[in-house]
């Protein structure tokens, strides 16, 4: 079972802005940050934010990272369709000692 | 560029124990910093981190596996390992290998079947 909250599923219209949001709690999200991972059917994981909120090189503009208190969120502007994937949220617990995943966010664009 | 390709059997038995081995290019384990790991998916499922190490001496697994896990480093082959032992078909999965320092580079992953 999942260790951060996130929404099982958001949609979206093309050209729109998607905010997914995940939850922890003080010994994860809201202590270390959480980074971000977009999956597409059949392919690894790929990096969209780092748990400070840094987009890796070549990642686009339109994907940005936040966070407040103990919720992570990650806003994608101007939705195209190959946004639609899978989102999951990551963090390390510093309680459990443990990286915990949320269990993730299908966002389909409509 | 970096690199990361996992290779290792794809069906096994319950109650054996699955290898798997983790070859990288385009970096040193050895001279990095960063960290090291293993991750899993079953179908249809969300992310489960396994465990990772650092080449100054780090290893951190994941608590509910920590009895069954060793991760390993070959540092001439530039290669890591997982060894999961006493195997049931609740470790169905997709194993990834991945630079788990902010989980930055993946391999393609690989399915592994535990049924006999």
């Known amino acids: 079972q999942a260790g951060l909250t996130q929404p099982p599923s958001v949609s979206k219209g093309l050209r729109q802005t998607a905010t997914l949001t995940c939850t922890g709690n003080?010994?994860?999200?809201?202590?270390?940050?959480a980074g971000w991972l977009q999956q597409h059917q059949g392919h690894p994981p790929k990096l969209l934010s780092d748990?400070?909120?840094n987009r890796p090189s070549g990642i686009s503009e339109r994907f940005s990272a936040s966070r407040s208190g103990n919720t992570a969120s990650l806003t994608i502007t101007g939705l195209q369709p190959e946004d639609e994937a899978d989102y999951y949220c990551?963090?390390?617990?510093?309680?459990?000692?443990?990286?915990?995943f949320g269990g993730g966010t299908k966002l389909t664009v409509l | 560029q970096l690199q990361l390709q996992e290779s290792g059997p794809g069906l096994v038995k319950p109650s054996e124990t699955l290898s798997l081995t983790c070859t990288v290019s385009?970096?040193?384990?050895?001279?990095?910093?960063?960290?090291w790991g293993w991750l899993r998916q079953p179908p249809g499922k969300g992310l489960e981190w396994i465990g990772s190490?650092?080449?100054?001496?780090?290893?951190n697994y994941k608590p509910s596996l920590k009895s069954r896990v060793t991760i390993s480093v070959d540092t001439s082959k530039n290669q890591f390992s997982l060894r999961l032992i006493s195997l049931t078909a609740a470790d169905t999965a997709v194993y990834y290998c991945?630079?788990?320092?902010?989980?930055?580079?993946w391999g393609q992953g690989t399915l592994v079947i535990v049924s006999s």
């Open positions: 991945a630079r788990a320092s902010e989980f930055a580079y």
């Open positions: 385009g970096a040193s384990i050895s001279s990095s910093n960063y960290f």
């Open positions: 190490f650092s080449y100054s001496g780090s290893t």
């Open positions: 003080s010994n994860n999200v809201g202590n270390q940050g």
């Open positions: 748990r400070n909120n």
């Open positions: 990551s963090a390390w617990d510093s309680s459990l000692r443990d990286v915990v």
